[in-house]
């Protein structure tokens, strides 16, 4: 298989962990693969937005894109810690805030909420952010205000992104980046979740659903 | 000067083309088939067997390429076509009576493919290429119409075209049917074989592969001369090769089997499907049946050998040769080998291969800057991949090495302009 998706591994490394010298590709070893593969259909169908990745994906069918999804998905692969970007204090501890607690006033649940005390992720459709870099995760909630980038489920986060401020995007890009990776990177189990979705979470129950 | 002769053109030329057409095109009653005929084929609409050969010829025909949307639903319209005159959205034709073609009669229908005219008789624009499916068969037309009556409806209307002027006025088009619409029929050739018809009648009409394998002038007309000669795709940037197979042709020494393979599985010992061609093997030709793909591959081979090209002196190679041969052992020969013969089944060899020395480099440039899998096929349903290299490569690495293939081994095509390299990597690919 790793022969196969040489496509793949120039951007994302040789098996998925992502390469040093290019921050804005995010690692994929190891995130839930129900994710992954909504990721590859999402950029087939126009949801995700790269010159590059729709063109790769472009000729794939689902059984195949359902084998490169658990090919990375099971790769086990430590990962970097990220190149801290430099911010204020004040920042970080925004950062801190909205990752571990949210910000009720604005109606923003916590990262660790849905992905997973230890940001990880949670099986089998919600990523990891541990190990992410700035650039990737700040591109990616700007692209979620912008609705440059939609889901094809539940759009969480394209009500999340929107109530938060951009100083909050790169607040809370800096603090997760800025943290050293968990020793066990494995996705948390399915229902994992500390809380239940939030109502407007949930398509069908006044949920998004764009 | 170039500008000066355009405006020419547009104040002079244009209404005067738009006087002739009216005069060679001056509307007349509409015609129809005999009131019994149209009561038969209406009775015969919903027979399945007709429909399911419908959905076949609908499938040779690609008609859901063009019109199903990215992330849409089959058949219900909104790709926006790019052409050098502007972009045109491929309407629903799921049977949705308002906004679909849930009222039109089979008469109209057949009108759109053979006339290449609306419901009210207007005239269509060729990025529908009713130029190739007139020749189609009313009898094949009235399948497709079956098994387009038998979709679900699809509610969704029709996007604007995006069209500049004076192309956004319809009567523009009279003027350019005149010149290069010549509607008719297939008319089979007694002299040849079934086979050989059968496969001129796939190629030239249901499959319509002149419209993008023949080159077409500044209006978007056709060359008649040069018929599946190769050219450039307008708007898309990709180069449709000459699939003559003889001597001088752009695909010369395939075999039968070698079109088949590629037609079918998207690969062959010769080269792999890509860019467009890779769309047309996965959405059509792989579900053709092995009968209809020997007689393209019939029709092909006997497409007579083309005058070669004068040769252009002695041959040269490029200044960045050695630059290129170095990036090429680095970055190429571990899938495509040492001298470029591929692995068989795998990767593609670049020796000899059409795709790598064709007139112009546009290919073979693409290819290493974007990279990608051939197309996922029930032949080949895990496609083996390259990685794109427009990330890490130069425009002037991608020259030299794509120049290092083009002129080694048995190659002998022109060099690559780092200019040119520069241009094409930003061309959208869709």
């Known amino acids: 298989m790793q022969q196969r998706v040489a496509a793949c591994a120039s951007c994302h490394g040789a098996h998925g962990e992502g390469l040093p010298g290019d921050p804005d590709v995010p690692r994929l070893a190891g995130k839930p693969a129900g994710y992954l593969l909504q990721q590859l259909e999402s950029f087939q169908d126009g949801r995700r937005h790269h010159a590059a990745m729709e063109y790769v994906v472009r000729q794939l069918g689902p059984d195949y894109l359902r084998q490169i999804a658990e090919y990375f998905a099971a790769r086990q692969v430590r990962y970097r810690r990220q190149a801290a970007p430099a911010v204020s204090a004040a920042a970080m501890r925004r950062g801190e805030q909205l990752a571990r607690h949210g910000d009720a006033s604005r109606g923003v649940p916590s990262c660790a909420s849905c992905h997973g005390d230890t940001l990880t ?39 999340v992104a929107n109530r938060m401020t951009g100083g909050d995007v790169a607040a809370v890009a800096a603090w997760l980046a800025s943290q050293p990776p968990p020793a066990d990177m494995h996705p948390a189990p399915a229902g994992a979740q500390r809380d239940p979705l939030p109502g407007w979470c949930v398509p069908g129950n006044g949920g998004v659903n764009p | 000067m170039t500008r000066r002769w355009w405006r020419g053109v547009l104040v002079f030329g244009l209404p005067g083309m738009a006087l002739l057409g009216w005069w060679l095109f001056v509307p007349g009653r509409v015609q129809q088939a005999p009131t019994a005929q149209r009561e038969a084929e209406a009775a015969r609409l919903r027979d399945p067997a007709l429909i ?127 010149l290069y619409f010549e509607p008719g029929v297939y008319r089979p050739d007694p002299a040849r074989s079934p086979e050989w018809n059968r496969g001129a009648y796939l190629v030239q009409g249901l499959g ?40 001088g042709g752009g695909l010369a020494g395939w075999s039968k089997q070698d079109i088949v393979d590629l037609l ?111 197309p ?32 080694s081994w048995s190659n002998r095509a022109s060099a690559v302009w780092p200019a040119e390299v520069g241009r094409l990597r930003h061309t959208p690919v869709d």
């Open chain 2, 208 to 247: 319509h592969c002149n419209e993008c394998h023949t080159t077409r002038n500044a209006w978007g007309g056709m060359d008649r001369d040069r018929r599946l000669a190769g050219g450039t795709i307008p708007a898309q940037d990709w180069y449709a090769p000459d699939l003559g197979t003889q001597p």
């Open chain 2, 376 to 407: 996922a096929t029930a032949g080949n349903p895990r496609p083996y991949s390259m990685p794109p290299f427009a990330q890490q490569l130069s425009d002037d690495e991608v020259a030299a090495v794509v120049g290092y293939i083009r002129q």
């Open chain 1, 121 to 159: 992720g949670v099986e089998p459709m919600v990523p990891g952010l541990a190990g992410l870099s700035y650039a990737y995760i700040d591109a990616q909630l700007d692209a979620w205000r912008t609705h440059r980038r939609v889901a094809d489920g539940p759009g969480c986060m394209v009500v």
């Open chain 2, 52 to 178: 399911a050969r419908g959905e076949y010829l609908a499938a040779v025909g690609d008609c859901a390429a063009c019109h199903t949307e990215r992330g849409g639903q089959r058949y219900a319209g909104g790709r926006m076509l790019a052409t050098p005159f502007g972009d045109l959205p491929a309407p629903n034709i799921t049977p949705d009576p308002e906004t679909g073609i849930g009222q039109w009669s089979f008469e109209d229908f057949w009108r759109a493919l053979h006339e290449g005219k609306g419901r009210r008789s207007e005239p269509l624009y060729p990025v529908f290429s009713y130029t190739s499916f007139t020749k189609v068969t009313r009898d094949d037309a009235l399948a497709i119409f079956a098994w387009l009556k038998s979709l679900p409806p699809v509610h969704q209307s029709d996007r604007e075209p995006g069209l500049a002027f004076p192309y956004s006025v319809r009567s523009s088009l009279l003027a350019w049917r005149a």
């Open chain 2, 264 to 374: 079918k599985t998207g690969q062959s010992a010769r080269g792999v499907a890509f860019g467009p061609m890779a769309d047309v093997v996965r959405d059509s030709t792989q579900h053709m049946s092995d009968a209809d793909l020997q007689a393209v591959a019939v029709y092909l081979q006997a497409l007579p050998a083309r005058t070669p090209a004068p040769a252009p002196g002695a041959f040269a190679q490029a200044a960045s040769h050695a630059q290129g041969g170095q990036l090429y052992v680095r970055q190429c020969a571990a899938c495509h080998g040492k001298q470029g013969e591929g692995v068989p089944g795998v990767y593609p060899p670049l020796d000899g291969n059409s795709s790598v020395t064709g007139p112009t480099a546009t290919n073979a440039v693409r290819s290493v800057l974007l990279g990608g899998f051939a």
